[in-house]
């Protein structure tokens, strides 16, 4: 297997990336607890996009697993899990925007992982408009038994990651989310790791 692209995402900011069918992507948490929201689009039809929402109601949980298909808002295939050592990704929480730290937390002028993303991307000509629901990889989310949300702090620990094999050409970007308000990534904002290899 050999590794043809490394991007290290900054705490805080986001990066793009391309890869094809067939290739895989691995996403390290270098530090550990930093939350990554997770976007996808299928690089043949922009309007095509990875949605956990239409991954859950496939795989009808909320955990994701080696062995699992995430689906795209079209309900295709778009990537298999291979292998995860960090367990606990979120499936239902949008991501931050300025609106989420002006209106939930009073803070103007927040880095959020929308801006982020909108700064990546936006040389293909994709903004907020166009991004489905992340997937937050290493953020913990608990659900009581009488359906409350509970936010914890990430369970990763360093070095954790997890591997997606792509089942179609996508655009990817990853935020190495700027949340510093609650507990969700812990006490510090740190980098992401974004691998992709030739599965050959
Ligand atoms: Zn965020």
Redesign the pocket.
């Known amino acids: 297997m050999e590794k043809i692209f490394e991007v290290r995402v900054p705490g805080g900011y986001a990066r793009a990336f391309e890869a094809k069918k067939g290739q895989l992507l691995k996403i390290i948490d270098i530090e550990g607890q930093q939350?990554a929201?997770f976007i996808a689009f299928n690089k043949e039809n922009l309007k095509e996009k990875l949605s956990p929402s239409h991954t859950y109601i496939k795989i009808l949980s909320l955990n994701i697993k080696p062995g699992d298909i995430m689906r795209s808002n079209l309900r295709n295939p778009m990537f298999e899990i291979i292998e995860d050592t960090g367990k606990n990704h979120d499936l239902l929480m949008p991501?931050?925007?300025e609106r989420?730290y002006l209106v939930d937390y009073g803070i103007e002028n927040h880095r959020?992982?929308?801006q982020?993303f909108e700064e990546v991307l936006e040389k293909y000509n994709l903004n907020r408009d166009d991004f489905a629901n992340?997937v937050?990889l290493f953020q913990k989310t608990r659900i009581t038994e009488d359906g409350k949300l509970i936010q914890e702090t990430g369970a990763s620990k360093p070095g954790d990651y997890i591997v997606f094999k792509c089942l179609q050409d996508i655009i990817g970007a990853i935020?190495a989310?700027?949340?510093d308000v609650n507990p969700i990534?812990g006490d510090k904002i740190t980098d992401i790791l974004v691998q992709i290899f030739d599965n050959e």
């Open positions: 939350v929201d991501a931050c925007d989420r959020s992982c929308v982020n992340p937050n935020s989310c700027p949340m990534g």
